[in-house]
């Protein structure tokens, strides 16, 4: 029963070599089964998981013993929520592929299976080595990905991408190496041990930017988020769904787990810059993405926008911020992955993303016009949709800590349905030009990927209940743990 | 210990069947009797018995101790030798008349190695130097007729001799105020002095910390070594940057631990000087290199700088950490993604063509199998996990933190994110650019299973390394 941990980390990679045993013209397919299999197999574990602060499915087998270095996993809220998320993403954005065929087909959907593997691993690690490990393992695929299939002046934006997150990520491993010396000898890098060192102030304060600093490049937080648009750009689209969607989720997952038990003093000495940084990268994201040309590049800016939101929320240190935290990375993923989709569409039908090339294509495309909507409507954070629920407890949240903080982010939500009613406007109604004369209505495969998320889309904003109850107790107790801490001080 | 001596008598055997034209038999030959040595020296490991142990006991062994350590580092030599005369091939074909001198060399070479890895008395640290360099200035010249492999060698040579000439002095100055040359003696009189050192030696230690820097090529004595290493034929350099190089830090290390360790406080400053410097210079020249083989000469320079930080951050097996494990695991890591990406090299642009990056341009598409491999070696060469690259990295920066030495640690760090852009460079050229017209490609299964194998190594060490941190424990 515990392997189920295992087997959902492994079953992407053992599956890679499928894709080389069947046709050419089967793989796509043949990658299809594989996520969903791991979509099932995700739904086995919400089946028997309980609803308790422990971890469950927990596996825990020594990987280097002489340095205390174990493969040990499991699976709490935290983690399910996370786990659920990459394995409802995947097999939609293999979907989203099906009408628009890479070269090296293989390799493509191996590289797409590798995240996966990777994206797991991040979300179920419980030892800091095997964390770090899965951590820089899905950067590998990724870059692959983006240099092999992205497009024009992917060279340079490759190397970008992979400089920031490198740079981010071995200065957590130095953190990681610091944290490790520090566990009683044989020492260990079992997050557990990690809970119970006494670090000074001092040192906590250096460790929380050792750790936070790559978790900011990965969500990205201003002001290191400069790869995050150039990426989007340049990569091909099942890259930047697999980016937006899971990826950058891996930062704010990071902070959850990793920053705020081990450092609860850095955390509570840096937990107002930490703010301050999500904040501006909320102005600055939506300001940027207003006056942005290319409609993908807008969305990339407006995701800055809702992940500083985010970890501005988580940052307020309440149930209710880390709740909204927590769900509204699912909700950005969700979103996200539909608005960078129908950007994928519309570009494959008229070749341009230019915003103001285009316009009318609600009367070619009425059904992608209405998805486009309800992706819209999610991101804004209308009632009824997911945004709604996640907004709503980060604003909770944040409110509860620091009022004025809460009323320029509120700005943020402003501005974001300023640019997204706007660029609607201008992509889709008005007269039809020369580009979108032709354009042609979804066809099934993209009514699949598009209606799987916007019924996720309301299902989470109607009834959000089992996500958030899934997470709670896990949160309640990090919570616990930080505020345990500052009743002792 | 029995390995010199049978790596001396087939390194004869080789002359004389070179002299009686039995050149078929030379590589079978050669590598069997690698083979049979690599076998011999796995006895001599001594299971559970800590490394150096017998030193600290009175003192009772002579010029050489076969040690844990000596055992470690000459198993390693003799790998990547039988790796590296593997693909002997591509020399000995263009130059099949001097084929038995070829491998004569190269095994006085490893003999050399051998020697510089077991010392315990430092006449024998600069015999065993010695051997090594005379060996390699014949080979760097191995091209008669060629001005940049003459220019290699005579180069080679004269910086050598002059390094040589300081580490001579060096030793006789540690002697003369000393009055030992055998590890022990020196340590104990170190200790024992510890805080009053006389000039003199100090003075000797610099200069054999001088002459055994330019044998690891550490910056500012390293710029022999792009020279040589792109003059020189491919095989060659594959043997330079690797044996010779594990031999030199090994024996390095061996000095600094087993005599120089109660002294440390000066040396550390100095040394961590050296290895900032090394690896700052290797990384920024090679980020200018259009030569895969000067590539791979500052990108070997900068690995000796990381390999430093382990004799800076000297550590005895404390459980969990030492600087040997740390050493033996980098340069095993090292020397597998160095020899498979020289085999790489020799499959599309030969023994002596031209080795320019544009070499690897388009072989995606021309070789995808080949591609993945040098992709997997550069990333191992980088530092990207899960590969052995990156656990070795891992090691040395836990030695240095757990030491303190954060600038040495920050350093390296920085390096790591320098490195990233030349290797990737190579990930350019073979996927993104397209492939040149005409370019020569030998298919060698030889120089295919040597790439198999060094790719598994590097992937499986990677995962499982404790399978080599073991020989220390």
């Known amino acids: ?489 | 210990m029995g390995g010199i001596i049978l790596l001396s008598v087939l390194g004869a055997a080789t002359l004389i069947s070179g002299v009686f034209n039995k050149r078929k038999i030379l590589l079978p030959l050669t590598l069997f009797g690698l083979a049979i040595t690599f076998l011999l020296n796995l006895g001599e490991w001594r299971g559970a018995v800590p490394f150096f142990s017998d030193l600290i006991a009175p003192y009772n062994n002579g010029m050489l101790d076969f040690d844990n350590f000596a055992f470690a580092f000459t198993s390693l030599l003799l790998f990547a030798s039988m790796l590296v005369l593997a693909l002997s091939q591509f020399q000995v074909k263009e130059d099949l008349e001097h084929a038995g001198e070829f491998y004569a060399i190269l095994l006085f070479t490893i003999v050399g190695g051998v020697v510089m890895v077991s010392f315990s008395n430092l006449v024998m640290l600069f015999i065993g130097i010695e051997i090594l360099s005379i060996s390699l200035y014949v080979m760097a010249g191995s091209r008669k007729y060629n001005a940049q492999s003459n220019e290699a060698s005579l180069k080679y040579f004269l910086l050598g001799s002059f390094a040589s000439g300081f580490l001579l002095l060096g030793i006789a100055l540690i002697y003369g105020t000393t009055g030992s040359l055998d590890l022990p003696g020196i340590s104990t009189y170190i200790t024992v002095n510890a805080n009053s050192l006389p000039f003199l030696t100090v003075l000797g230690i610099m200069m054999i910390i001088m002459g055994m820097a330019f044998k690891v090529s550490a910056a500012p004595f390293h710029n022999w070594a792009p020279d040589v290493y792109q003059g020189s034929p491919t095989v060659i350099t594959a043997f330079m940057a690797t044996v010779v190089k594990i031999a030199a830090i090994a024996a390095f290390l061996r000095l600094m631990m087993g005599s120089f360790a109660a002294a440390q406080g000066w040396w550390t400053i100095l040394l961590s000087v050296i290895a900032i410097l090394t690896m700052t210079i290797g990384n920024i020249t090679a980020l200018y290199q259009t030569n895969f083989k000067r590539l791979m000469a500052y990108s070997g320079i900068s690995h000796a700088g990381y390999l430093l930080i382990g004799i800076v951050a000297l550590t005895y097996d404390n459980g969990s950490f030492s600087s040997s494990g740390a050493i033996l695991y980098y340069t095993f890591a090292y020397a597998m993604a160095s020899i498979a990406a020289f085999a790489v090299l020799l499959v599309i642009a030969g023994n002596t063509g031209d080795s320019s990056i544009s070499a690897f341009n388009g072989l995606a598409k021309r070789d995808p199998l080949l591609a993945v491999s040098m992709t997997v070696c550069m990333l191992s060469l980088a530092g990207i996990p899960p590969l052995a690259g990156f656990f070795g990295k891992y090691y040395l920066f836990a030695l240095a933190i757990n030491k303190g030495l954060w600038v040495l640690a920050a350093f390296a760090v920085l390096n790591s994110l320098i490195g990233i852009y030349y290797y990737f460079i190579v990930f350019i050229n073979m996927f993104v650019k397209d492939k040149q017209e005409g370019m020569p490609s030998t298919s060698s299964p030889t120089a295919k299973a040597v790439i198999a194998i060094c790719i598994l190594l590097t992937v499986l060490a990677g995962l499982y390394p404790e399978a080599i941190l073991k020989v220390f424990m």
């Not at chain 1, 950067?139 to 981010?168: D, N, R, S």
Request: net charge neutral.
């Open chain 1, 1 to 489: 029963m515990n392997l189920i941990t295992a087997i959902l980390i492994f079953f992407p990679l053992a599956s890679i070599p499928i894709l080389y045993l069947v046709k050419q013209e089967h793989v796509k397919y043949a990658s299809l089964v594989s996520t969903l299999i791991s979509l099932v197999l995700s739904l086995f574990v919400v089946v028997n998981f309980q609803n308790i602060a422990d971890t469950q499915f927990l596996l825990d087998y020594w990987w280097i013993e002489s340095l205390g270095i174990s493969f040990k996993v499991g699976i709490d809220g935290i983690s399910l929520l996370m786990v659920l998320l990459t394995n409802f993403l995947m097999p939609i954005i293999v979907i989203s592929n099906f009408n628009r065929d890479q070269p090296q087909v293989r390799h493509y959907h191996a590289m797409i299976l590798a995240t996966q593997m990777a994206f797991i691993g991040v979300f179920v690690a419980l030892d800091a080595f095997l964390f770090y490990i899965f951590w820089e393992l899905a950067l590998i695929p990724m870059y692959f990905i983006c240099l092999f299939w992205g497009k024009e002046g992917k060279v340079q934006i490759t190397f970008k991408f992979f400089l920031y997150t490198l740079a981010g990520s071995l200065v957590m491993l130095v953190a990681l190496i610091y944290l490790y010396l520090q566990t009683p000898a044989p020492h260990t890098f079992d997050i557990a041990a990690f809970y119970n060192l006494n670090l000074s102030a001092t040192e906590q304060s250096i460790l929380f930017w050792g750790l936070f600093l790559g978790f900011a490049i990965k969500v990205p937080l201003f002001p290191v988020h400069g790869w995050l648009p150039d990426t989007h750009t340049g990569a091909p689209t099942q890259g930047t769904l697999l980016l937006a969607g899971i990826m950058l989720k891996m930062g704010i997952y990071g902070v959850i787990r990793w920053v705020l038990p081990i450092v609860p003093e850095g955390v509570m000495e840096w937990k107002d810059w930490a703010i301050m940084m999500g904040i501006i990268g909320i102005v600055y994201g939506s300001c940027v993405a207003i006056v942005q040309k290319d409609f993908k590049r807008l969305i990339a800016f407006s995701s800055i926008g809702h992940l500083g939101l985010t970890i501005a929320g988580i940052f307020a240190l309440n149930i209710q911020g880390l709740q909204g935290g927590l769900l509204q990375a699912v909700n950005h993923g969700i979103t996200s992955v539909g608005l960078f989709f129908i950007a994928d569409i519309i570009y494959d039908r008229t070749h341009t993303r230019e915003i103001s090339k285009l316009g009318g294509i609600v009367h070619k495309a009425p059904t992608m016009a209405v998805f486009f909507m309800i992706m819209l409507l999610g991101s804004i954070g209308l009632p009824l949709t997911n945004g709604f629920v996640g907004e709503f407890l980060l604003f909770l949240g944040l409110y509860q800590y620091n009022m004025y903080f809460t009323a320029v982010a509120g700005l943020g939500i402003i501005l974001g349905a300023v640019y997204m009613l706007r660029s609607y406007q201008r992509v889709m109604l008005g007269e039809t030009n020369s580009h979108t004369e032709e354009f042609t209505d979804i066809l099934m495969s993209e009514k699949v990927v598009l209606g799987a998320l916007a019924i996720a889309v309301f299902a989470i904003g109607i009834y959000p209940k089992p996500l958030l109850n899934f997470a709670e107790p896990a949160l309640q107790q990090i919570l616990e743990q930080y505020n345990t801490f500052l009743t002792l001080k």
